[in-house]
């Protein structure tokens, strides 16, 4: 017995017709296309993950300035 996996159940709801030719072995005509979506989605998570870096860094700096601001009204208050 063959183990279907989550992505060919999601392949399945999405496009019925692709996924019988993804198993039927047919060769999509636009490879340049498949291709150009592949650079396009590893571009794109490039660039979602040095947004999650900075969005850290924010935080931190955020952090380092609250903790700066009470170090200095307590050594104004000593």
């Known amino acids: ?3 279907i996996r989550a992505s060919e ?3 399945y709801s999405f496009c ?3 996924w019988w030719y993804q198993h039927s072995g047919v060769v999509p005509e636009n490879q340049m ?3 150009d979506g592949i650079q396009m989605h ?3 998570g490039r660039k979602m993950l040095a947004i999650g870096c900075l969005h850290l860094a924010a935080y931190g700096l955020m952090l ?4 700066l601001m009470a ?3 307590t050594l104004r208050l000593l």
């Open 42 to 44: 590893a571009r794109h």
């Open 64 to 67: 380092l300035a609250v903790i």
């Open 71 to 73: 170090v200095f009204w």
């Open 33 to 35: 296309d498949l291709a």
């Open 1 to 3: 017995m063959r183990t």
């Open 16 to 18: 019925q017709r692709a």
């Open 9 to 11: 159940i999601a392949a």
